[in-house]
């Protein structure tokens, strides 16, 4: 069983940076699954932050493109999210997602979703 544990979460003031990490554990060697972040604001839906595609470069949404870089170790356990030039808009519950590649859509109804697996959520929030 996959098991997603993520930390880095907090306040920040707009502006300012703060980094998400991302342990795995539990892939076994024929486990094609990406990694990638999502993020759930109060009242919106599960919203894809960024993802590792299948020729392991980063993929970012339009929103976070240029302010966030998502990198990961070799080995596939642990992903770092660096996030800078952080605005209100991004003041949400972080999520760590290890999907198929083709599971990864821009939105879920709901973070966690019922595929793949996930971790528990980290707040960030961003005060203006």
């Known amino acids: 069983e996959v098991q997603l544990v993520e930390s880095g979460g907090g306040s920040v003031q707009a502006g300012g940076s703060l980094t998400l990490s991302c342990t795995a554990s539990?892939?076994?060697?024929?486990?094609?699954?990406?990694m990638g972040w999502y993020r759930q604001a109060p009242g919106d839906t599960c919203n894809l932050v960024s993802r590792?595609?299948?020729?392991?470069?980063?993929e970012y949404s339009k929103s976070v493109k240029g302010r966030f870089t998502l990198s990961q170790d070799n080995a596939k356990k642990t992903t770092h999210l660096q996030m800078n030039g952080m605005t209100p808009e991004d003041t949400a519950v972080y999520y760590c997602?290890?999907?198929?590649?083709?599971?990864?859509?821009?939105?879920?109804?709901?973070?966690?979703?019922?595929?793949?697996?996930w971790g528990q959520g980290t707040r960030v929030t961003v005060s203006a």
């Open positions: 997602a290890a999907l198929p590649g083709a599971w990864f859509y821009n939105r879920y109804d709901k973070c966690p979703s019922p595929f793949g697996s």
């Open positions: 590792i595609n299948n020729d392991g470069t980063p």
């Open positions: 539990g892939f076994n060697s024929n486990d094609a699954s990406k």
